[in-house]
């Protein structure tokens, strides 16, 4: 017999984490799981069963979020508590699916403490508001754009049926595969009161400073641009330079143009193309047309203005330099928003009782968590990456600090259950 040196709770959490991580598996221990597809498919199914196995009832709304319902007060708002299961392509166990079983696992300790008549937190009594675990679809963006879908839809910023009409590369929509994998229902959604979402890092800072929980207070400001370069085809050996229009010679020129720009703000801007698409990418055809996919991202919102600025003039002189012409589509940008720093007083709270070490960080990512706030009081949570990787296959969490981060969650979750933060409010919404 082996001994642990975790709760038993925790072992539960940490086993159920290696079977959640086959779904989609790749042979380097990461794995593989664009929203809709069929690996995405069996891990819902497989989260419905440990749900359902636990008391929740399990709804799929009209975009494909997955919900696991606990009512402890019949007719009360829902804490809404989750993160989402897809991933890129070839990606990491931990991105977004450690957030959903995280909460899984918070809501089973509360809802069983519940059931057993704990009273929760001492003088508080019962709680006021329900659970709901979510699995929000997509929030990838790799195989459907944009990226935070299903929350998106949620939170009423993406319209239902723009986004069941977006198709992948392969031309399937997004309604077809949903329902490829039995993942499209008629629910609404609950009403949310609150939400909380805890994530891994994807950044070095947390590991670097030695603390366990992140607690994020606001969320860095990016735009992502859809260009097109439109050049024009011809022979690769017969064809004059001098007569080239190379879509792809403009489409590098705009990717070096990025990373010249994130040079010229050391550290406070962020650029990349992730991705370039050639037509007709073949070996003797100068190319005559590439979309590529340019996003810039900075916590100041004055230099993100002067970077797109700048990126548009680069812009006009590659069009001139390669010969091209450069179509912008359009893209998809976000602010930088706080989260309610009623909630942020919350965690630091929570995690000070707790014995774990905190402070506060920005997220440089976007996380559906940055659409939930903008609706209700949101706490967001961050656990570290281990040398900070991400969106890739050895992206890794240690066992010590996604345990702290379920013991965290697990802790917000039962103050927000019990109305904790009844005195925050979104920014920029009336009281009522
Ligand atoms: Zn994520």
Redesign the pocket.
């Known amino acids: 017999m082996t001994t642990s040196k975790f709760s038993p709770d925790d072992d539960s959490f940490l086993r159920d984490f290696a079977t959640m991580s086959r779904f989609g598996a790749t042979p380097n221990g990461g794995v593989d799981r664009q929203a809709a597809t069929a690996a995405d498919g069996e891990q819902r199914r497989w989260l419905t069963g440990l749900l359902e196995a636990r008391g929740f009832t399990v709804r799929f709304d009209r975009a494909g979020n997955q919900w696991g319902l606990y009512e402890a007060v019949p007719g009360a708002p829902f804490v809404v508590v989750g993160?989402?299961m897809d991933s890129q392509p070839t990606a990491g166990r931990y991105?977004?699916a450690y957030?959903v079983l995280a909460a899984a696992h918070a809501a089973f300790r509360l809802t069983e403490a519940w059931a057993a008549g704990a009273p929760g937190n001492p003088g508080t009594g019962a709680p006021k508001f329900n659970i709901a675990v979510v699995n929000w679809f997509n929030?990838?963006g790799s195989r459907f754009k944009p990226s935070m879908m299903g929350s998106s839809v949620y939170t009423g910023k993406l319209a239902l049926e723009t986004v069941l009409e977006t198709t992948d590369a392969a031309g399937t929509s997004v309604r077809e595969a949903l329902d490829a994998i039995g993942g499209r229902g008629d629910y609404d959604g609950p009403e949310a009161a609150y939400c909380a979402e805890i994530?891994?890092e994807?950044g070095r800072s947390m590991e670097r400073d030695g603390i366990t929980i992140g607690l994020v207070h606001s969320n860095w400001a990016a735009n992502k641009y859809e260009f097109v370069v439109h050049g024009e085809q011809a022979h690769t050996g017969s064809t004059v330079i001098a007569d080239r229009k190379d879509a792809l010679l403009g489409a590098s020129m705009m990717v070096v143009a990025a990373r010249e720009l994130a040079d010229q703000f050391p550290g406070v801007l962020h650029t990349s193309v992730g991705q370039l698409t050639v037509y007709p990418n073949s070996p003797v055809v100068v190319p005559s047309r590439v979309n590529l996919l340019l996003d810039l991202r900075s916590a100041d919102e004055a230099v993100l203005a002067e970077a797109d600025a700048l990126l548009h003039q680069r812009i006009a002189g590659i069009e001139r330099l390669a010969n091209v012409t450069v179509e912008r589509h359009q893209g998809h940008s976000w602010p930088v928003t706080p989260y309610q720093p009623q909630g942020v007083e919350l965690a630091a709270k929570v995690a000070a009782d707790l014995g774990l070490s905190s402070r506060q960080v920005m997220t440089l990512?976007g996380?559906d968590s940055t659409n939930m706030k903008d609706l209700v009081p949101t706490v967001m949570l961050f656990v570290p990456s281990v040398d900070g990787i991400s969106h890739n296959e050895h992206e890794f969490t240690t066992d010590e600090d996604t345990v702290a981060g379920v013991a965290m969650l697990t802790e917000v979750l039962s103050r927000l259950c019990h109305g904790a933060l009844a005195d925050a409010d979104i920014a920029g919404r009336d009281r009522v």
């Open positions: 993160s989402h991105d977004g957030g929030e990838e994530h891994i994807q990512a996380h």
